[in-house]
């Protein structure tokens, strides 16, 4: 397996992706983003991107904040996100700008993108695939925010998506999860949400152990939502 970082850029910020790809395999293949969580990009993400290479993908892990600009604390990380969920023509421009640094890869195969995010990543799969970008087939949110952008008027949404959510994530309740199914409904995506029965928030997390902010790791939500994802995106990308 090759592994890169790659600069791109967003107007004046230089952000840094992480590209991993089967060395092995020829021509162009489907890519993957992989959106982070409110910490910005870290091992959590491109491990995932290493996974997605060895399902014989281009997997990215791209980058919403900009080179170096990570978070160590929920305070840190909660300043580093909240811009972004204040201001979601930001947020859609940033990911867009990953959509475009990956398409440009030689190895990628542009009509053939899906993407993947975390807790705020997952946020910004949904906003990549309400942007309606060509080329982008498939979304897959884990553990998500579910908050409407507020852009005005939703074109319809020709990417597929597969929400995994935790029935019990404090940060999306269950009305909320209800929401966007009728959000999407009425744009006429494609959708599908699997709800983990006693699954709180950052459930595919290893780390996440803190049940008095319902964030916990969940063993069998995160390989179930794997497995789901894998075959998500076989159909999607096909």
């Known amino acids: 397996m090759h592994t890169q970082y790659c600069d791109y850029t967003d107007g004046d910020l230089t952000c840094e992706a992480y590209v991993a790809m089967d060395q092995t395999k020829s021509g162009k293949r489907p890519a993957v983003l992989v959106s982070h969580a409110w910490g910005g990009q870290g091992d959590f993400e491109r491990q995932k991107a290493e996974k997605l290479a060895a399902l014989g993908y281009v997997g990215v892990a791209i980058d919403l904040y900009g080179k170096g600009k990570r978070g160590t604390t929920m305070e840190e990380n909660g300043k580093l996100m909240q811009p972004f969920i204040d201001d979601r023509a930001l947020l859609k421009r940033r990911i867009l700008a990953a959509l475009t640094a990956v398409k440009a890869l030689p190895e990628v195969d542009g009509n053939r993108i899906g993407a993947i995010g975390f807790c705020f990543g997952g946020l910004c799969v949904l906003d990549l695939a309400r942007s309606t970008a060509p080329g982008v087939r498939g979304v897959v ?98």
């Open 141 to 238: 949110s884990f553990h998500g925010l579910f908050n409407p952008p507020g852009l005005g008027a939703q074109a319809p949404i020709s990417s597929k998506i597969l929400i995994c959510h935790g029935y019990d994530d404090p940060m999306a309740k269950p009305d909320q999860m209800v929401g966007i199914a009728n959000e999407l409904t009425e744009a006429k995506a494609d959708w599908q949400i699997h709800a983990y029965g006693g699954t709180v928030h950052a459930f595919t997390n290893p780390e996440a152990a803190m049940p008095d902010h319902g964030i916990v790791y969940n063993a069998s939500a995160d390989r179930r939502s794997w497995q789901a994802m894998q075959d998500f995106l076989a159909e999607a990308l096909a």
